[in-house]
């Protein structure tokens, strides 16, 4: 690596570096602290399940600072060095704007590429252990009654066996209602079985009402076809963990949510909201290095004023990037328009912005 590339390099750490802090700091300031606040005073949390459900809530709104941080950071690096004439001299000595810039850029694809790893790593564990702790040691289980769209698995070995899908699961009743279940032999669909419900009944899952649908030709076709008054439900899952075991979709990986998306499809239910979600963890981590498109050439602004300016003007792309982010995902979510527009459509604009930017700063 050049010289100049390192030196570049360290003026875009530290206000990168200062970014993560201080973002981050705003988040848990104006959101985290004030829901376990919350927790403490209606729920009696104790202070340590308040400092576990603080340390768990920072992944997931680290990865939402990375893009803001790179903003901050290269816009504030270019900034400095223009303000003090040192671009001058660079660019005096045959080196054009995009060359003198592509260490930041290169950095903030590898931030990215980091940022989209954690995100699929960490971010979700994270996430259901935070929930768990609010759940079962601040809130003491308390559960809805009733529940929509669960999911459910009985695993052997690396192999699935038998994958449930239900409507709604009524706690009250003990009842599961409107189930589909497929059941799995060294991993080949065998049979399907549709009910109108299922109850917990002396130790077990017993459906009722329901037909079974044989696929076990070669050729993955029906068979034949068996109606039931009452059959037993092959998973094993009690009562009281079915509602437990439900994740949200940002508990999941990457894998869990296109696993859920095609289940719930395949039951006609609307999955755009989790379309969305599941894009996003592509989309948000790319932010970074569209973040360092768009500062860059912002930070070869004439000014001669403080850090402040630079601040000021990353706090303002930060809004615009997040509102048209905002509306994007509520669209996507909508059925408006196809969920991965939905999610990848603030790095376009923003990323087009960028690209033009870089043009003019390059002519």
Known sequence: MRILDKYILKEFIGPFLFGVCAFTSIFVGTGTLFRIDNLINQYGASLWAALRILILALPSIIVITFPMSVLLGSLMAFGRMSAASEIIVMRSGGQNFLRLAMPIFITAFCISLGTTAFNEFVVPKANNAYNRIINEEVKNNAQPTTQDHIILKDVKGADISSLLYARQYDDSEKRLKELTVQEFEDD????????????????????????????????????????????????????????????????????????QIKILDNNAVDTNKMKV???????????????????????????????????????????????????????????????????????????????????????
Not at 196 to 211: C, L, T
Not at 236 to 252: F, L, N, T
């Open 188 to 259: 080949m669909l065998m049979r399907v079985e549709k009910a109108e419900y299922a109850e917990w009944e002396d130790g077990k899952w017993v459906m009722h009402n329901g037909i079974i649908y044989d696929l076990s030709g070669s050729n993955q076709q029906v068979t034949r076809t068996m109606t039931f008054d009452h059959q037993i439900l092959p998973i094993s899952q009690r009562p009281g963990r079915i509602a437990q075991s439900q994740k949200k979709p940002d508990e999941m990986t990457i894998r869990e949510l296109r696993e």
């Open 277 to 363: 979600e599941m894009y996003n963890r592509f989309a948000m981590p790319l932010a970074s290095l569209v973040c360092a498109l768009v500062g860059a050439p912002l930070g070869l602004q004439k000014q001669r004023g403080s850090s402040s300016i630079g601040f000021g003007i990353s706090v303002v792309v930060i809004f615009i990037y997040y509102a048209i982010m905002t509306l994007s995902n509520a669209m996507g979510s909508g059925g408006r328009i196809p969920p991965y527009v939905a999610a990848f459509l603030p790095d376009i604009i923003t990323g087009f912005a960028g690209v033009c930017l870089i043009y003019k700063k390059s002519g």
